[in-house]
C-alpha cells in the first residue's frame, strides 16, 4: 500500500515541475522574445501553438482535386487549363492529350 502510495504522489509531483518548468520557459520568451518578429514558435497555455495579437490568423489554403489523378493538393500549387485543376502541367498535358468522345475506346 505504502508504494502505491509512493508511487501516486511521485506522479503528481512530477507534473507539478512539469508545468512550473513550462510555465518558466513561457514567462522567458515573453520577455526577451522569440524568432525574429517576437511570434515565431510562440507556445499557447497547454503547450500547442498559440494565437498571437500581432500576427492575424490566416485560414487553411484551399485545397484542389486533380482530375487526372485524383490527388487533392494547394490551390497555389495547382494548374488549371479550360477550367479544370490538375496537381501539375504534366498531368495537364496527359489529360489533355486522351482521346474523348466516341474514340476514347
Not at 510555465?23 to 522574445?33: C, E, K, V, W
Not at 515565431?40 to 482535386?65: F, H, V, W, Y
Request: proline fraction near 8%.
Amino acid at each position: 500500500m505504502r508504494q502505491i502510495f509512493l508511487l501516486i504522489l511521485l506522479f503528481i509531483v512530477g507534473q507539478w515541475l512539469v508545468k512550473a518548468l513550462r510555465r518558466h520557459d513561457a514567462q522567458a520568451s515573453q520577455r526577451t522574445g522569440s524568432g525574429a518578429n517576437g511570434a515565431a514558435g510562440a507556445k499557447g497555455p497547454n503547450g500547442g501553438a498559440g494565437p498571437t495579437a500581432s500576427a492575424p490568423a490566416q485560414l487553411p489554403e484551399p485545397m484542389i482535386r486533380c482530375v487526372e489523378c485524383g490527388v487533392h493538393a494547394p490551390q497555389s500549387d495547382s494548374v488549371v487549363v479550360a477550367g479544370q485543376p490538375f496537381c501539375s502541367a504534366a498531368h495537364a498535358q496527359r489529360h489533355g492529350a486522351r482521346p474523348t468522345g466516341r474514340d476514347a475506346r
